[in-house]
């Protein structure tokens, strides 16, 4: 028994090295999405009152779509368990702006377009993890 919880920990922390990798590679063609301003499609821009609230507020006053104060952006983060890899990030307001939001009642509730940042692309970054884990795999 002894033998095989050696070996189950042996093959759990060599399976992590291209978990990590490819959580690294994932985080990076994400943020490609957003300072592309969308991929392959590119998003809809900013209606004039946000770019007129935005030269007014606190960020850099831009007219890219989620990258004003690119909290969002730099917010990806990945959680590797014993067999897979999750990315993701904990800000409230990536579903509203990853799936749009229709238009509401009230102050905040303004129609916002979808803009889908949490995606990969293919084939370019499906092509690349597959390589990182040949790479494991032969080595």
Known sequence: ?????RLESRISGE?????KASGTYMIGSI???????????????LA?????????GSGRGGVKPLIDTARLKNSMDKRIRT???????GMVQAKRQHFGYPKGEGRGHSKTPARPFMMFQDP??????GRIFSRHVRS
């Open 31 to 45: 943020q490609r999405n957003f300072t592309s301003s969308g991929r392959p499609k590119k998003w809809e821009g």
């Open 48 to 56: 004039d009152s946000t770019i007129r609230q935005r030269r007014r």
């Open 1 to 5: 028994m002894r033998r095989v919880s």
């Open 15 to 19: 399976i992590e090295k291209p978990f």
């Open 83 to 89: 067999t897979e890899l999750e990315i993701g990030t």
């Open 124 to 129: 370019e970054d499906y092509d690349a993890i």
